[in-house]
């Protein structure tokens, strides 16, 4: 079982640059691919980024792709969210997730049996 604390949200211009973290506890966390998902006020949970539990696999999606960049540091048993050139559509509480021995392309699916955190808000003012 593993627990996940996501920080980093806040409040920050249109262009600018955020960077989330979401924090593990727990054994093995390098099994465990990672999603980061946002959800904005009325709309449903949405996919942005994953990574698998080596780190050699990452999947986004279309509309962040090239923009934010998803890595995690095993050792610090933590994955990052940087997020470039952000958008006022990038208002949303965004949740990271994870799953025991998938690959990140699956993580977009949000299949059953994952562990979420709490999420942290991020505000994107235009």
């Known amino acids: 079982q593993v627990q996940l604390v996501e920080s980093g949200g806040g409040l920050i211009q249109a262009g600018g640059s955020l960077r989330l973290s979401c924090a593990a506890s727990g054994r093995s966390f390098s099994i465990y691919a990672v999603g980061w998902f946002r959800q904005a006020p009325g709309k449903e949970r949405e996919f942005v980024a994953a990574i698998s539990g080596s780190g050699a696999g990452t999947y986004y999606a279309g509309s962040v792709k090239g923009r934010f960049t998803i890595s995690r540091d095993n050792a610090k048993n933590t994955v990052y969210l940087q997020m470039n050139s952000l958008k006022s559509e990038g208002t949303a509480v965004y949740y990271c997730?994870?799953?025991?021995?998938?690959?990140?392309?699956?993580?977009?699916?949000?299949?059953?049996?994952?562990?979420w955190g709490q999420g942290t808000q991020v505000i994107v003012s235009s």
């Open positions: 997730a994870a799953w025991p021995s998938i690959s990140a392309m699956t993580v977009a699916t949000m299949p059953a049996g994952g562990y």
